[in-house]
């Protein structure tokens, strides 16, 4: 029986100024967990702010989930550090969605909204800045678990405990894992990429990337 799929934590966080590297950066991942319900509108949560807006945020990053499950691994990688909820800088810590099993395009109803998956997320130089060590981004990627993020498709109240339906299942099968490996260690599968760039709910930053990809691989820059 599959396991139930719920919001374990709602978290959100203003930009604040941090130093790197003797330089002051604004960066929203600092992320707090946050009692009672909250607005889930078009663009983010209520309380919930990204610094960039050129590389975070938008319609198809409202709100960034990431599974609960993914915190003991990185304990296990990470012995010395505290892992609070929050901690990757994720709106909602999840119970019970995988990468592996969501499909872009899956539609979701969480509260009173209704979401759908749009993409992997792509770790920036802040989640370094957040976790104290650099070297955290490439072992983010490198362990897949990058947690996803949802558009708004219809605004309404999301909070703690609350379950998570899947209204709709996309009928075309491309999992948010397959796009993290396309951009990762199975950047040659020619039959994934063409399958990628026909997934209608697959932001266009990304299928302009995987025909340009294509281009190279095949000489086919017809589509």
Request: charged letters at 25%; proline letters at 5%.
């Amino acid at each position: 029986m599959k396991s139930e799929m719920k919001i374990i934590s709602v978290n959100v966080g203003a930009p604040r100024i941090v130093m790197s590297n003797g330089d002051p950066v604004s960066t929203g991942i600092f992320k707090e967990p946050v009692a009672g319900r909250v607005m889930l509108r078009t663009l983010n949560l209520d309380g919930d702010r990204q610094a960039d807006l050129s590389v975070h945020g938008g319609p198809s990053k409202a709100v960034y989930a990431y599974p609960s499950e993914h915190y003991d691994y990185w304990k296990r990688e990470l012995p010395d550090m505290k892992l609070p909820w929050g901690m990757f800088g994720e709106n909602f810590t999840t119970v019970g969605l995988r990468e592996s099993e969501i499909n872009i395009g899956d539609k979701f109803r969480v509260g009173s909204a209704t979401v759908m998956a749009t993409e992997p997320r792509m770790p920036c130089y802040k989640l370094g800045i957040k976790f104290g060590r650099p070297d955290i981004v490439k072992r983010f990627l490198a362990s897949e678990r990058t947690g996803f993020y949802f558009a708004v498709l219809q605004e309404g109240e999301v909070g703690a405990g609350e379950p998570i339906e899947l209204t709709e299942k996309n009928k075309v099968s491309l999992r948010v894992s397959d796009i993290t490996a396309l951009y990762t260690r199975d950047k040659h599968n020619v039959g994934l990429l063409r399958r990628a760039i026909e997934v209608e709910a697959l932001p266009d930053s990304w299928k302009s990337y995987f025909r340009h990809r294509l281009a190279n691989l095949t000489g086919d820059s017809q589509h």
